[in-house]
């Protein structure tokens, strides 16, 4: 049990477009779900906390215009990138708390994303 | 604001021995939540270990262990009888579930290898 999955694994889009990654809690219900970004060999950075039915919040520096996040339903959370540039090529991973799990986070497999 | 120091950036052990990684972390609240996560290459977080902080016994899980010092804001991991398949990076990560934010703030990480 516990599995949140994220779509698509790997995407290479071009400079100047946009690009949406999926979250799903398979067999859970989350009312708040993560996006973090990874840079290679660091640690994870929190982007923004996504809550079912309202506005994400977001850490200090993330700029919400370009990292657009939806949370539409309870097992599902989709990252926007728009406008992408090369500077965003990254690893993004999203992750949920299961509505009663006792403080439990679970992760995704995460996104490769590069922009050429 | 909380934060978590892992000390060690690097570490390696014998396959069969016993290693220890250390996190320190600095909070000044009384309730919260720790956890170790391994990143193995394939880049997905997986949950090892977790510790309730008004829980005095130590967390164990098979061969992963802690040894939680409140006082001295100490979280550290053994693993036992290390296999291969542990290399990987380890995050420690703290949560204050106060206020309704469960999210995680992560150490830096500790890349270990298990060698054969």
């Known amino acids: 049990g516990a599995v949140v999955s994220q779509h698509p694994s790997w995407v290479i889009c071009k400079s100047g477009t946009s690009v949406k990654i999926e979250c799903r809690s398979l067999?859970?219900?989350?009312?708040?779900m993560f996006w973090y970004r990874q840079f290679p060999k660091q640690s994870l950075m929190l982007m923004a906390t996504?809550?079912?039915?309202?506005?994400?919040?977001?850490e200090q520096g993330v700029e919400k215009d370009k990292f657009l996040i939806n949370h539409a339903s309870l097992t599902l959370s989709t990252l926007t990138v728009t406008s992408a540039h090369p500077e965003d090529s990254s690893f993004y991973i999203c992750?949920?708390?299961?509505?009663?799990?006792?403080?439990?986070?679970?992760f995704g497999e995460g996104s490769w994303l590069t922009v050429v | 604001a909380q934060t978590v120091t892992q000390s060690q950036p690097e570490m390696s052990v014998q396959e069969a021995e016993t290693v220890t990684l250390s996190c320190t972390y600095d909070?000044?609240?009384?309730?919260?939540?720790l956890f170790w996560y391994k990143q193995p290459p394939s880049r997905q977080m997986i949950l090892v270990i977790r510790?309730?902080?008004?829980?005095?016994q130590n967390a164990t899980e098979n061969r992963f262990s802690v040894n939680f010092q409140k006082a001295a804001k100490s979280f550290s991991l053994k693993i036992s009888d290390s296999q291969l398949g542990d290399t990987a990076m380890y995050f420690c990560?703290?949560?204050?579930?106060?206020?309704?934010?469960?999210?995680?703030?992560f150490g830096k990480g500790t890349k270990l290898t298990v060698n054969p």
């Open positions: 990560a703290f949560m204050n579930p106060q206020g309704g934010s469960e999210k995680l703030v």
């Open positions: 510790q309730e902080a008004y829980k005095q």
């Open positions: 992750s949920a708390r299961p509505l009663y799990s006792g403080n439990t986070i679970y």
């Open positions: 067999d859970f219900q989350a009312t708040t």
């Open positions: 996504s809550n079912e039915g309202s506005k994400a919040t977001y």
């Open positions: 909070t000044s609240e009384n309730n919260y939540y």
